[in-house]
């Protein structure tokens, strides 16, 4: 349960696909638990303030965020984007496991979103835009040096044909 989704049982071997990039989130994706680790230290610090017949409350706050911050670490952690010669993937959860994939001769609009402190930072967000209305998979937050990943992923669409200069004609 603490290691990521294994990758190789996904792939379509007998159509020859393989793994061009396997990516995990950006190290920032990591500061919202970490912020709420800190409120920690305060509520633990309480217990030996408080009366001993309510220090029970913040322990039981504590552990209770605790709980939280383990949670939301272990989310970003299982949280793998999988670009392959072939499609895209997003395999996510920890207890129960989400799955969601685009073929690249569906994908009809890839948008890439850098904030200010991503730009800082050395990460972006993709929005994949297909032809359905419903997908599994839409936008992949906090994705680490996301212009040499984004070039990845329209070299594949381009080798595979469907865009550019390797056009196939039908």
């Known amino acids: 349960m603490l290691r990521p989704p294994a990758v190789g049982p996904h792939l379509l071997r007998d159509q020859d696909e393989v793994v061009v990039d396997v990516v995990r989130r950006h190290w920032f994706a990591y500061a919202r638990p970490a912020a709420e680790a800190v409120l920690l230290l305060p509520l633990l610090a309480l217990v030996g303030v408080v009366p001993s017949g309510v220090a029970w409350v913040p322990l039981l706050l504590a552990g209770a965020l605790a709980v939280r911050v383990a949670v939301l670490a272990l989310a970003h952690h299982h949280d793998l984007f999988v670009v392959t010669n072939q499609r895209v993937f997003r395999m996510h959860g920890v207890l129960s496991r989400r799955r969601g994939n685009l073929p690249l001769t569906k994908v009809v609009d890839l948008t890439v979103v850098k904030p200010l402190h991503?730009?800082?930072?050395?990460?972006?967000?993709?929005?994949?835009?297909?032809?359905?209305?419903?997908?599994?998979?839409?936008?992949?937050?906090?994705?680490?040096?996301?212009?040499?990943?984004?070039?990845?992923?329209?070299?594949?669409?381009?080798?595979?044909?469907?865009?550019?200069?390797g056009l196939r004609q039908h």
């Open 118 to 165: 991503g730009r800082v930072l050395g990460f972006g967000h993709f929005v994949f835009e297909s032809a359905a209305q419903v997908q599994g998979l839409h936008e992949i937050r906090y994705v680490p040096r996301i212009d040499v990943r984004e070039k990845r992923i329209q070299e594949m669409i381009t080798r595979a044909g469907l865009r550019g200069p």
